[in-house]
Every structure is written in structure tokens, then in C-alpha cells.
């Protein structure tokens, strides 16, 4: 498939992807992590080149993936919402359940799980991240 945007503004767009999370790949310590994670970049800069994947950051953050192969019930694209705390409860992490650390950090502020869910972006990861913390205290 030929490329449709260059290099450099596809590296500009992951950028932006990764800054709307305050997502830093250099800091993630897990070595068996790593070469799945940045296999993943790299797959991702591709469709950026190729159209397949756009991101628009405004107030909000919109993946549009734009499919090769038409599915009947949604068509030819796919757009993911911001993630928030609804949309992990279910996933589990190595070490920790997601929603664990949800209810504690529920419990800590005093505003219980619902609140926690209805964190987006940035402010989601920072939380996860002192969720994580307290677990260990």
C-alpha cells in the first residue's frame, strides 16, 4: 500500500497519540514488554503512513482505524474513544487488578468506583499510577 503521509509527520502523530496519555515508552522497565510494545509502534506508524490509522486530538482524543475490509454492522471504520476508567475495569494487569485499584482509589477519595470510571485520559494514568503506589504501601 503506498504511503499517503511521510515519515516524519506520522512520527508527529504518534507523538501527539502518546502525549495526550503521558505515555513515555523509554520508562517501561518490563523487558518482555518492551519488544511487543515497540513491535506495536511500529505497526501503528505504518497505518498512520497508509491512512489506515488517524488520531485528532481537540478536547478529546478520536482513533479512527480505517478498515481494509468492510464489516456489515459498523462499515469501514472503527473510532476508539478516550480511554477511561469504564473501559478497563474488565482488564487485568500482571500484578494487580484494574478494578482494585479502582475501588481503593473510590474508597480513598470517598466518591466510590463510578467516579474512578468516568476519568479519561491523562488524568486516568496518573491515577492508575498512585492506585498502583497505595497498593503497595
Known amino acids: 500500500m503506498e504511503n499517503v503521509i511521510s515519515e516524519e509527520r506520522a512520527?508527529?502523530?504518534?507523538?501527539?497519540?502518546?502525549?495526550?496519555y503521558n505515555f513515555d515508552?523509554?520508562?517501561?522497565?518490563d523487558e518482555d514488554t518492551k519488544?511487543?510494545?515497540?513491535t506495536s509502534i511500529l505497526k501503528m506508524k505504518r497505518a498512520i503512513?497508509?491512512?489506515?490509522l488517524e488520531v485528532e486530538v481537540t478536547d478529546t482524543i478520536t482513533i479512527t482505524q480505517n478498515l481494509?475490509?468492510?464489516?456489515p454492522t459498523v462499515g469501514k471504520e472503527l473510532k476508539y474513544?478516550?480511554?477511561d476508567g469504564s473501559s478497563k475495569v474488565g482488564i487485568k494487569d500482571s500484578s494487580q487488578s484494574v478494578a482494585k485499584v479502582y475501588m481503593f482509589l473510590g474508597a480513598l477519595c470517598g466518591e466510590g468506583?463510578?467516579?474512578?470510571q468516568k476519568l479519561k485520559g491523562p488524568d486516568l494514568s496518573l491515577a492508575e499510577?498512585?492506585?498502583?503506589v497505595f497498593l503497595q504501601i
Do not use: C, M, S
Open 129 to 132: 499510577a498512585l492506585g498502583f
Open 113 to 116: 468506583l463510578e467516579v474512578i
Open 49 to 52: 503512513r497508509q491512512g489506515l
Open 11 to 20: 512520527t508527529e502523530i504518534l507523538n501527539e497519540f502518546f502525549d495526550w
Open 81 to 83: 474513544k478516550e480511554i
Open 25 to 29: 515508552v523509554d520508562v517501561i522497565d
Open 68 to 71: 481494509k475490509h468492510e464489516i
Open 35 to 38: 519488544p511487543t510494545l515497540r
